[in-house]
């Protein structure tokens, strides 16, 4: 038997100060989009916007539906966008960013498994890391340099083959 590791390095900020001006505009959208979440069952609101290659900005945010499985996340919808209306278009960052009626949004969160899926596969599709920056409404940050980080095992094509 041999056993194996699985590490990466992302940074961590105090706060949106400590951000570059960017970064920070960017996640502030993020907070700021969470307003627009469908979220009357789990009064989870969260928050996606990417800068594209081309400057341009998209956001999504998350979708309920009292058949849970028909919802869908800010992510996943942030994805759909940016192939419908910028197909070919590469994203460079997303931010992400949540807010809720039950629990304080003081620190980051990572994207849900599925959600890792498709931005592990969009990276594969454009052939470039997508960026993750990660924070609550308020608190400590995360920089991600690729969101396929998040999904060391990640399905892909290659299984098809």
């Not at 910028?86 to 949004?105: C, G, L, M, R």
């Amino acid at each position: 038997m041999k056993e194996n590791t699985f590490e990466f390095q992302y940074e961590v900020y105090d706060n949106v100060n400590e951000l570059n001006a960017q970064d920070a505009w960017l996640l502030n959208e993020a907070r700021s989009v969470t307003e627009n979440a469908y979220a009357p069952y789990s009064n989870f609101h969260v928050g996606a916007v990417a800068i594209l290659a081309n400057g341009e900005i998209v956001a999504g945010t998350n979708q309920e539906n009292a058949s849970y499985p028909v919802g869908i996340c800010a992510e996943r919808v942030l994805l759909g966008t940016v192939a419908t209306q910028h197909p070919n278009i590469e994203i460079q960052s997303i931010a992400i960013s949540y807010n809720s009626d039950t629990v304080k949004s003081d620190h980051p969160i990572s994207p849900c498994g599925m959600c890792r899926q498709a931005l592990s596969e969009y990276e594969t599709r454009m052939k470039k890391p997508i960026r993750l920056i990660l924070g609550g409404q308020e608190g400590k940050i995360y920089i991600i340099k690729s969101a396929g980080l998040l999904l060391p095992f990640a399905f892909t094509k290659k299984e098809l083959s």
